[in-house]
């Protein structure tokens, strides 16, 4: 094997790859690698989602999927994402996702997504996020659609 050869072959097993994961794994594996990667996307979602214990349910009973995002062998991401139902059709939202190295895996994790949603039939893939995520996503055609604002201090 050449040194090219080798070269691409290490690139290869390190290109991210996206896992659909069956929720009866997903039980098997919540605790010791999923957990930490929901409540990292949580707490930086200050109190504006379920908790942690409402999403595992939710992908328990098939509401919701998890969606490893891997590097070589290496967990690096997970998402949660569901169908929502919209005014014009329905599309595959992106509830929660954490991890780390997203310059990395973002442009193959939405090429996957709108894979996905052709799949399910979706007319588009939708998300919620922190205002950062705005900038972020415009580079890959996402367009804010509604503004949620809150007032705080209340209790």
């Not at 205002?131 to 949620?148: A, D, S, T």
């Given at each position: 094997m050449s040194k090219s050869e080798a070269m691409t072959t290490e690139q290869d097993f390190y290109a991210p790859?996206?896992?659909l994961i069956h929720p009866e794994i997903v039980a098997g594996r919540w605790q010791d690698d999923y957990a930490?990667?929901?409540q990292q996307a949580?707490?930086?979602?200050s109190g504006t989602f379920e908790d942690?214990?409402?999403l595992y349910d939710m992908v328990q009973m098939d509401q919701a999927w998890v969606?490893?995002?891997?590097t070589?062998?290496?967990l690096v991401a997970l998402a949660i994402v569901e169908l929502s139902d919209c005014p014009d059709g329905q599309v595959l939202h992106v509830h929660t996702l954490g991890g780390e190295g997203m310059d990395f895996w973002l442009e193959i994790f939405i090429?996957?997504?709108q894979e996905m949603a052709k799949g399910l039939n979706c007319i588009g893939v939708t998300c919620t996020g922190r205002m950062g995520w705005q900038r972020v996503l415009k580079k890959h055609g996402f367009?804010?659609?509604y503004v949620n604002m809150r007032l705080g201090g209340l209790g």
């Amino acid at each position: 094997m050449s040194k090219s050869e080798a070269m691409t072959t290490e690139q290869d097993f390190y290109a991210p790859n996206i896992r659909l994961i069956h929720p009866e794994i997903v039980a098997g594996r919540w605790q010791d690698d999923y957990a930490e990667f929901v409540q990292q996307a949580l707490d930086k979602a200050s109190g504006t989602f379920e908790d942690i214990e409402a999403l595992y349910d939710m992908v328990q009973m098939d509401q919701a999927w998890v969606l490893e995002i891997c590097t070589g062998q290496d967990l690096v991401a997970l998402a949660i994402v569901e169908l929502s139902d919209c005014p014009d059709g329905q599309v595959l939202h992106v509830h929660t996702l954490g991890g780390e190295g997203m310059d990395f895996w973002l442009e193959i994790f939405i090429e996957y997504l709108q894979e996905m949603a052709k799949g399910l039939n979706c007319i588009g893939v939708t998300c919620t996020g922190r205002m950062g995520w705005q900038r972020v996503l415009k580079k890959h055609g996402f367009i804010p659609q509604y503004v949620n604002m809150r007032l705080g201090g209340l209790g």
